[in-house]
């Protein structure tokens, strides 16, 4: 049983998003997979997804509801979790198998490498795959010492790249992020949509446009003048992945 996990906290994502998730993966998924969703609200989840509650993290409370609390993740043990996992954002789309991910490269911490930041040995935690009980310092020093990493590394996935033991990158071609790789660079993306290469397994959307909002050509933007740069243009393709 090939096992997936997913974090859903606060309102930024509402249930539909791990139900999407859910149907993406029995879609690109050959073998038997289960999805384990850690949730403050398990309210509209598909029954079929296993539902845990946040795993427990002395956090500080100025990132109590950010990034950091991924971290929790490298408790061991973790709920009923053995072997390898693959953790998935809510917000990416699944455009090819998923199998793959979790033969490539066995016992190693797998991740994509962020995509803004290449040859400066970061990883993006969109994707990643880790063995149960392996890293657990990620989560050991930081309960210990919180506000020490979030001053030094401002980011988890920096934090988490900087002390991890055997990390390496998925294939280059397996992910990409929709924003620094398929988004046409300015002025383009006012003329030309997103192309989806097929090649690409995982899109990752980070930060602002999310998926629902690409496919219909909506960046909301806080400020009026960034409008002048972020624009995305409808994308088919996006529906017809994430559903």
Not at 192 to 200: G, R
């Amino acid at each position: 049983m090939q096992t997936i996990v997913c974090m859903k906290w606060g309102d930024r994502y509402p249930s539909d998003y791990a139900n999407r998730l859910w149907s993406m993966i029995r879609r690109n998924t050959q073998r038997p997979t289960r999805l384990i969703c850690f949730t403050d609200d398990p309210v509209g989840l598909d029954p079929d997804i296993i539902a845990h509650p946040l795993p427990p993290i002395t956090i500080p409370e100025r990132v109590q509801w950010k990034g950091w609390r991924k971290i929790s993740l490298w408790q061991a043990p973790l709920a009923d979790l053995e072997g390898e996992v693959l953790f998935l954002d809510l917000d990416i789309v699944i455009t090819g198998p998923l199998d793959g991910f979790f033969d490539y490269e066995p016992g190693k911490f797998c991740i994509a490498e962020n995509w803004s930041q290449r040859g400066e040995g970061i990883g993006n935690t969109s994707v990643y795959r880790w063995r149960i009980g392996t890293n657990t310092h990620i989560f050991e020093d930081f309960i210990r010492d919180g506000e020490g990493p979030v001053d030094k590394y401002r980011i988890s996935q920096r934090y988490i790249s900087a002390v991890a033991h055997g990390m390496t990158y998925w294939p280059d071609e397996w992910t990409a992020s929709f924003k620094h790789d398929l988004l046409p660079r300015w002025p383009m993306n006012f003329f030309k949509a997103p192309e989806l290469p097929s090649h690409v397994r995982v899109v990752a959307f980070t930060g602002k446009p999310d998926p629902d909002e690409a496919a219909v050509g909506e960046w909301p933007v806080t400020k009026p003048w960034k409008k002048l740069y972020k624009h995305v243009r409808p994308t088919p393709w996006i529906d017809e992945y994430w559903r």
